[in-house]
């Protein structure tokens, strides 16, 4: 059993930046898989980035690739999303996800195959 908590939403101006948090409880949360996704008003949830659970490999929504960073400290069983040059399309809900029985490189992008999830934080972008 692992729980996650976000952290670190907000509001933020056109440009600005946010660094969200997942701290992951749980004996073996530095061996899940994390992830990143994101719901605004009105839409599907949708995939924003993962990280394997070694660190070796992230990956991106293609729209956000350039902006938006995830890292991870086992050490510390977190996450996190560095949130660059944010605009007011980045406003939404955005909640971390874990999943767990993978390889130490393996990456999964759908909703459907994490098996927990946080409760999320909001992240308000003002133009």
């Known amino acids: 059993q692992v729980q996650l908590v976000e952290s670190g939403g907000g509001l933020a101006q056109a440009g600005g930046s946010l660094r969200l948090s997942c701290a992951a409880s749980?004996?073996?949360?530095?061996?899940?898989?994390m992830g990143w996704f994101r719901q605004a008003p009105g839409k599907e949830r949708e995939f924003v980035a993962a990280?394997?659970?070694?660190?070796?490999?992230?990956y991106y929504a293609d729209s956000l690739k350039g902006r938006f960073t995830i890292s991870r400290d086992n050490a510390k069983n977190a996450v996190y999303l560095q949130m660059n040059s944010l605009t007011p399309e980045d406003t939404a809900v955005y909640y971390c996800a874990a999943k767990g029985g993978v390889g130490p490189a393996a990456i999964f992008v759908l909703a459907k195959h994490y098996d927990y999830w946080g409760q999320g934080t909001q992240v308000t972008v003002s133009s």
């Open positions: 990280i394997s659970w070694s660190g070796t490999n992230t």
């Open positions: 749980g004996r073996t949360a530095s061996t899940y898989l």
